[in-house]
């Protein structure tokens, strides 16, 4: 599955959560048990698929568990699935291609990431930022999602200053991921 394929589908996928996203606090209807089992057996699914390496699969089940209950867990790990899934699909290129070769270029790049950011990322932060209030102690996942999150802004700011011609150096999304998480 090439990145702009997965990009595609991510944003699909992303459009219909926001869409159909009932707010965990607030206004919105109450969330029931059943919504929240639900969002749990998904966040299962998608936390055996990460730890496989199979981040399309984890991506769709994280992504789906959105609308059933909105939970920091599902956000977070979708933001670093996401990218795992690009530099996946991008693996074989980029260990076969000559170091001349642009692997992916700035096209969508600017802006994938910023949608990253907007729609896993920063939803996420948020939720675990309510969520530590009744905790004692950072999470390990919000402490990780937060340095990945303050890194790849600053990689989306790089390349949003730069032409769509330009190539996307790929090590720097891994080095703002670093290690697979440990779901």
């Known amino acids: 599955m090439s990145a702009i394929s997965i990009t595609k589908a991510v944003f699909m996928a992303a459009l219909i959560a926001l869409v159909t996203l009932r707010p965990a606090h607030g206004d919105g209807p109450a969330l029931s048990e059943e919504d929240r089992r639900a969002a749990a057996v998904l966040n299962a699914e998608g936390d055996s698929a990460y730890r496989e390496g199979r981040f399309d699969k984890a991506l769709k089940a994280y992504m789906n568990s959105y609308p ?50 907007d729609q896993h990322y920063r939803p996420g932060l948020s939720l675990a930022g309510r ?53």
């Not at 059933?68 to 980029?94: C, E, F, I, K, S």
């Not at 270029?105 to 950011?117: G, H």
């Not at 990945?148 to 991921?177: G, H, N």
């Open 68 to 117: 059933n209950y909105p939970n920091a867990h599902a956000y977070l790990m979708a933001g670093d699935t996401y990218w795992r899934a690009v530099l996946a699909a991008n693996a074989r290129q980029m260990s076969s291609s000559s170091p001349e070769a642009c692997i992916l270029t700035n096209k969508f790049f600017a802006e994938d990431a910023q949608r990253s950011l």
């Open 131 to 183: 969520a530590a209030k009744d905790e004692k102690g950072p999470s390990a996942l919000r402490e990780r999602s937060s340095k990945s999150a303050a890194c790849l802004t600053t990689v989306q700011a790089k390349y949003a200053a730069l032409p769509k011609t330009a190539c996307v150096d790929l090590r720097e999304v891994s080095s703002c991921l670093g290690e697979p998480l440990r779901p």
